[in-house]
């Protein structure tokens, strides 16, 4: 077992749901492309040692693909990509439930990647590993319903349907919104990374707690607005789709901050 894991592979034996994939591909990628325009000098001089001239992007999804790995080295991480926080309303009880969480989750392993990241005797070959699952991690972060609730499992029990086709309330947030929008994920990171340095300044503000409320308050929304065996379409769509590309760029802003910190 990678030494990434020995402090959590007990704890993981406890509990363990499958979530599914994050984001899908393209939106992964798209948090990714919007980090690196915003990565400082210092971070990219650090990052060509880690991963040499290879983009985020390429790595954006990785943790979702060792899913399909049949020998269950990777099985522990699973947990690692959503926390369960019952609905509040206020920061400070939101971070109350964040740390009762029992086990590892988002909130637990950004901060243990990111340590991981700047400790100089973290080997090369765990610095590259933390590094491909922070770069997924924080975009997992931003998509609200992997800090949703226990109960639908973040809306992965919530069926309805999208345009006529069967699916649940976390895939369409995960993938069939983005993809609806037919861009590439280089496309979709240019149309959404817009703001000015003062903009972007003030959505990287705040600390790991308050970005996972942030998404929390979203999931909040989702759920008030989202009913299963329903069949949703273009009203859905004008409706969070806003919602869906705020979720992305802020992703991609604050992994860009995540990096230049740790790196």
Known sequence: MRKIFQNSVLLLALLSFNFG???GTTGHRVIAEIAENHLSGKA???????ISDQKLAYWANWPDQIKSDTTGVWK???RWHYVNVPPQTNIKEFSESLKAQQGPNIYTQIKVLSDQIKDKNTSAQDREIALRFLIHLIGDSAQPLHIGRLEDLGGNRIKLNYFGS????HTLWDSKMVDFEKYSYTEYARVLDVKSKEEVKTIQLGTLEDWLFDSHRAANR???????DVNYSYDY???????VERQ???GGLRLAKVLNDVL
Do not use: G, H, M, V
């Open 21 to 23: 994939y994050s984001w």
């Open 44 to 50: 990219k001089r650090q990052l060509k040692k880690i």
């Open 76 to 78: 522990p991480t699973e």
């Open 166 to 169: 069967p699916t649940n309330l």
């Open 222 to 228: 989702i759920y008030a607005n989202s009913k299963a």
């Open 237 to 243: 769509n004008y409706k969070f789709q806003p919602l």
């Open 248 to 250: 992305l760029l802020y």
